[in-house]
């Protein structure tokens, strides 16, 4: 397959396509009484987060050996965070994507695995991608009259989900949007039925070499059922604490390699990839946490202010300069420009305040402050962000 390649006009063309960022980070503000100032525009909502441990197998496949975090037996810290996927507040029992992030570094450069729970992408094309993120916004905050009544909200969600069909419909004409919504639908059935948020996660598509490829975290165990008629408003939040305060949460780690458009496409991205060629990379695990100590709560802040890109990438056995790394494909070049001015609009933590952090494992005294500060300036104004009670 040809490596994607796009000139600096392409790039300033998918800029272009992806320019209405911060306009949507306002209208999230605007429509949502419980959001005070710019946030994600996804991914809002933290599920539970923490320092994580990478470990590569001890004979990675050729196509990826020596790339990157990719050496043999090699060991690597990081931290990890489990989301929802819309970019506002809302009760877990509302369908939505689970999102996983996980950030490490290597050959002196940042690297994150971003995925969702779902072996597909949302949408097909950059003009779907950001017609989804607008109609999300514009479905915030929406209430009816007697809408919350009962414990899962029904009538506000059906309001909600009426309101993002119009804003698709809008910009995208009704049969793109009955596409894009149906096949949204049947992402977020998965965590509509899901009873925790410790289930299977896929990437976008990366390059490793000369090779374009997914990669697919499935749990070691299978705790995954049904959900409870009455589960709660944060029962998914209260499932992942209650299992890793008792125990390490371990994911395998599998990479996927393209095959060909058919088996594995990458223009079609709401089609599956075969798996039947997967092959074990490493093992990432969330390690025993005690969610109500000091530590556990600042790894909690520190993931949900840290920015994460699609675009933190090593493609190459040596590494190109930072500034001149180029997403995948198409779609992961908007991705990265996207997620970019979304950190850029609610003033991510900047990466220098906490690259020790993939090092040692543990938190400076300064970003102890830095994270407090940040904390109580958010609930002294009352955005809703995490809930961690008082800071000691």
Known sequence: ?????????????????????????????????????????????????????LTIVASPPEDVRGIGLFDPAAVHKGIGRISNGLGCPHLETDPDFLGIMLAFRACGRRIDFLGINDPTAPTDTVEEFMALLAATAESAGVEIPFGAVGELDLGNLTAAQLTMFNTLEKRLGFKRATHVYAHVARQTSRTLLSSTAYQPYWTGVVRLGDALGKFA???????????????????????????????????????????????????????????????????????????????????????????????????????????????????????????????????????????SVFDSGEITPELEAELARRYRANRASGHVGLDLGELE
């Open 217 to 355: 975290l499935a749990p070691t165990e299978d705790l995954n059922r049904h959900r409870s008629i009455r589960p709660g408003e944060r029962y998914l939040t209260e499932d992942w604490r209650r299992r890793n305060a008792d125990r390490a949460l371990s994911f395998r780690l599998y990479w996927i390699p393209y095959v060909n458009e058919g088996a594995t496409p990458t223009k079609r991205l709401t089609d599956e990839w075969s798996e039947e060629h997967r092959v074990e990379v490493g093992n990432v695990v969330f390690p025993r946490t005690d969610p109500d100590t000091p530590r556990a709560k600042l790894f909690a802040i520190l993931a949900s202010e840290m920015g994460a890109n699609p675009g933190n990438w090593v493609a190459d056995r040596a590494p190109a300069p930072a500034d001149s790394t180029v997403p995948s494909t198409e779609f992961a070049a908007a991705r990265f420009l996207a997620y970019r001015a979304s950190q850029n609009g609610r003033s991510a933590l900047p990466e220098s305040t906490y690259e």
């Open 1 to 53: 397959m040809k490596r994607f390649d796009p000139t600096a006009t392409a790039m300033e063309s998918l800029s272009r396509k992806v320019e209405e960022l911060p306009a949507i980070q306002a209208r999230l503000v605007e429509r949502h009484p419980q959001l005070q100032h710019a946030d994600r525009v996804a991914h809002h909502q933290q599920i539970a987060a923490g320092p994580v441990e």
